[in-house]
């Protein structure tokens, strides 16, 4: 096995820096997986901490909807661990068909797996994605290059009232009514086509005293362009059950979350999992006959110590909650 666990974080760290990686990586427990399915590969930050405590021949499945990120991932373990490489599997797409894409590869059933929901830092810095309030950088904010939707569509194309939705919805954004008017007003002249255009009209409709705030002024209504562009909380609920189903029995399910509607389908998923019965309150006994499909191994979801936060200030918002299947 090359390179240490310290060696192989500064690598993959310049694509991007996994999250609660060691805290992930012994809630799995990977000593005890031959199978693993990443949901959000990204570099293989995560996928590379496991592979490299499987057993020999424990296959690993990496779905990423980014060809860039799927590049970087088979590059890394082809650096960091060239022997287990075979037994990784790159696959193009969406986590949220993720039992599809498995069932394309001739796979039933996994002994792990995790969901990274976060945006990796590549894509927040490299300016042409346009993710990122800190470039001037065309609407893009797509995570599958290839798809039509872009930020640019939905800043243009949305009515009011779709606008409203995302922002409230996505962003938590208490400024949207004035955001949403003023992109309105702009785009009525020419098309918003930047994000230095968007960040000038969302600062232009928050008060003086919300613009000295803590954090960036733009950061919701970007959060919020990001989520509807790549559809990431519309499925997020069935997504979460579905994996739990592809789940082999005693198998571990790992979901960080990044913001609170994430957390909050997650939460409420595996709740309802935990305890399905429907019966009411008062009832001596169970007559639904609903089983518990999975034991939650996380009173509380883990966070980010103050060591992790001083090297990646990006896992400050990071939660991790985790499931085992019964």
Same mark, same amino acid.
């Given at each position: 096995?090359? &390179?240490?666990?310290?060696?192989?974080?500064?690598?993959?760290?310049?694509?991007?820096?996994?999250?609660?990686?060691? !805290?992930?990586? @012994?809630?799995?427990?990977?000593?005890?997986?031959?199978?693993?399915?990443?949901?959000?590969?990204?570099?293989?930050?995560?996928?590379?901490?496991?592979?490299?405590?499987?057993?020999?021949?424990?296959?690993? =499945?990496?779905?990423?909807?980014? %060809?860039?990120?799927?590049?970087?991932?088979?590059?890394?373990?082809?650096?960091?661990?060239?022997?287990?490489?075979?037994?990784?599997?790159?696959?193009? &797409?969406?986590?949220?068909?993720?039992?599809?894409?498995?069932?394309?590869?001739? *796979?039933?059933?996994?002994?792990?797996?995790?969901?990274?929901?976060?945006?990796?830092?590549?894509?927040?810095?490299?300016?042409? #994605?346009?993710?990122?309030?800190?470039?001037?950088?065309?609407? %893009?904010?797509?995570?599958?290059?290839?798809?039509?939707?872009?930020? =640019? @569509?939905?800043?243009?194309?949305?009515?009011?009232?779709?606008?409203?939705?995302?922002?409230? !919805? =996505?962003?938590? /954004?208490?400024?949207?009514?004035?955001?949403?008017?003023?992109?309105?007003?702009?785009?009525?002249?020419?098309?918003?086509?930047?994000?230095?255009?968007?960040?000038?009209?969302?600062?232009?409709?928050?008060?003086?005293?919300?613009?000295?705030?803590?954090?960036?002024?733009?950061?919701?209504?970007?959060?919020?362009?990001?989520?509807?562009?790549?559809?990431?909380?519309?499925?997020? /609920?069935?997504?979460?059950?579905?994996?739990? @189903?592809?789940?082999?029995?005693?198998?571990?399910?790992? *979901?960080?979350?990044?913001?609170?509607?994430? @957390? #909050?389908? *997650?939460?409420?998923?595996?709740?309802?999992?935990?305890?399905?019965?429907?019966?009411?309150?008062?009832?001596? *006994?169970?007559?639904?006959?609903?089983?518990?499909?999975?034991?939650?191994?996380?009173?509380?979801?883990?966070?980010?110590?103050?060591?992790?936060?001083?090297?990646?200030?990006?896992?400050?918002?990071?939660?991790?909650?985790?499931?085992?299947?019964?």
């Amino acid at each position: 096995m090359r &390179g240490s666990i310290q060696e192989r974080d500064r690598m993959s760290s310049a694509y991007h820096k996994p999250v609660l990686k060691d !805290e992930t990586i @012994d809630i799995l427990e990977p000593e005890k997986r031959n199978s693993y399915l990443d949901c959000t590969t990204g570099a293989a930050g995560h996928a590379i901490a496991m592979m490299s405590r499987m057993p020999a021949g424990a296959k690993v =499945y990496g779905i990423d909807r980014d %060809d860039e990120a799927i590049a970087e991932a088979k590059a890394n373990i082809m650096r960091e661990l060239p022997e287990r490489y075979a037994d990784f599997t790159p696959i193009k &797409g969406n986590f949220f068909e993720a039992k599809k894409l498995l069932a394309q590869q001739g *796979v039933s059933g996994v002994d792990s797996c995790l969901a990274d929901l976060g945006v990796s830092s590549h894509q927040f810095d490299t300016p042409e #994605r346009g993710f990122s309030f800190r470039f001037d950088a065309k609407l %893009d904010m797509r995570l599958d290059q290839t798809q039509e939707l872009t930020a =640019y @569509d939905i800043v243009n194309g949305y009515s009011e009232a779709e606008l409203r939705r995302v922002l409230y !919805e =996505y962003g938590e /954004e208490k400024f949207t009514p004035s955001i949403v008017r003023n992109i309105i007003k702009r785009r009525e002249t020419a098309p918003i086509e930047t994000t230095t255009e968007l960040v000038e009209i969302i600062k232009s409709s928050m008060p003086a005293k919300a613009l000295k705030e803590k954090g960036h002024p733009a950061s919701r209504t970007f959060q919020a362009l990001r989520i509807e562009t790549n559809s990431e909380i519309a499925g997020l /609920e069935d997504a979460i059950r579905d994996l739990v @189903d592809i789940l082999n029995p005693g198998g571990v399910i790992a *979901v960080i979350t990044f913001h609170s509607l994430e @957390d #909050r389908i *997650v939460k409420n998923v595996f709740r309802e999992l935990h305890d399905p019965c429907t019966c009411p309150k008062s009832a001596p *006994v169970c007559i639904c006959g609903k089983k518990p499909l999975i034991e939650i191994l996380l009173k509380k979801p883990v966070t980010a110590g103050e060591e992790e936060l001083e090297g990646n200030p990006r896992a400050r918002s990071a939660k991790l909650r985790a499931a085992r299947k019964i």
